[in-house]
């Protein structure tokens, strides 16, 4: 289902790289644009009848400040193509995207992903590299990381709501590395309610979730301290665009019955969940590995 990873072991470096990484954020932080949330007409009379509440005047995972990139699919988009970026914004999002201190946690979040479930994670790869070749318009943000995309929580106080990820692939992992300076013990806590999980989640450790499948959410944190968040993930519309030989959804439904459809939907996910590996099998993996080696 997914693994908490504490960071690299006996590599006191690794804290000195969530050190310059809150530094970053921070000063981003400083310097990006924000643009005011979208409200539907509803949301805007709840708003002005003080019925609103945080969860209708702030995006649905919380009221911090978050920015994205790399490829994305839908919102009336013809093909896959770069999320789009304001003008301002585009400079921040570039230097993260060379930056040395989030290129480390890009290539550990997703040798973790390789570490746990080898299966899916060369589903990935197979499904990106067939991307990238049909569209050399697209690039991934760092260099050996299997995910396509990435998001910085900005804070300064990320405490996210319950919610899903419903633009993730829905049997996919979601990377998340948590980042600031609070007490792990008392507050930040990492929660996963179908399981009835409360898990502590310190400041450069990482977790990965099917995020789109499980609802979560984090606790809070003192009213001093300050919480960040970067996460990685790949949306599904990049899988079906490739599985449906490069059309929109709407197109591909089209040429089948919904009986076809119905079947396809039951196929794919018990395929999905084949993909996820059992510790009997990653000890199988794991002797292979090191028999190989030596």
């Known amino acids: 289902m997914g693994v908490v990873i504490p960071g690299p072991q006996n590599d006191p470096s690794w804290s000195d790289n969530v050190q310059a990484a809150n530094h970053m954020i921070e000063e981003f932080g400083s310097r990006v644009k924000f643009s005011p949330p979208r409200l539907t007409k509803t949301q805007q009379r709840l708003i002005e009848q003080g019925l609103g509440g ?3 005047a702030h995006p649905r995972r919380g009221p911090h400040l978050a920015l994205s990139y790399g490829p994305s699919t839908g ?4 093909a896959p193509q ?56 697209l690039h991934l943000p760092f260099e050996k990381c299997v995910f396509t995309a990435f998001t910085i929580n900005f804070g300064p106080r990320t405490v996210c709501y ?23 013990k008392l507050g930040g806590h990492f929660v996963i309610w179908e399981l009835k999980l409360v898990i502590e ?20 944190i003192g009213a001093d301290e300050k ?3 970067f996460s990685m993930f790949t949306a599904g519309g990049l899988f079906r665009w490739v599985e449906h030989d490069f059309s929109p959804e ?9 009986a076809q459809a119905v079947l396809e939907g039951r196929e794919r996910w018990q395929s999905g969940l084949a993909l996820f590996s059992n510790l009997a099998q990653l000890r199988e993996n794991r002797e292979v590995n090191d028999a190989t080696k030596s």
């Open 162 to 184: 319950p919610h899903h990820d419903i633009k993730n692939l829905a049997f996919g992992w979601c990377a998340i590395t948590a980042l600031g300076d609070y007490d792990w």
């Open 75 to 78: 919102n009336g988009q013809k």
């Open 82 to 137: 770069m999320m789009r970026q304001d003008p301002k914004n585009r400079p921040i999002m570039e230097e993260v995207h060379k930056s040395c201190v989030f290129q480390r946690f890009a290539r550990f979040m997703s040798c973790a992903f390789l570490g746990w479930a080898p299966s899916l994670f060369m589903y990935y790869t197979r499904t990106i590299t067939t991307l990238l070749e049909k569209h050399q318009d």
């Open 250 to 258: 709407k197109v591909y439904q089209q040429t089948c019955t919904r």
């Open 54 to 56: 945080p969860t209708v």
């Open 201 to 220: 989640f310190p400041p450069g450790s990482t977790i990965l979730i099917p995020s789109a499948m499980v609802c979560h959410s984090n606790t809070s």
């Open 227 to 229: 919480r960040y968040s």
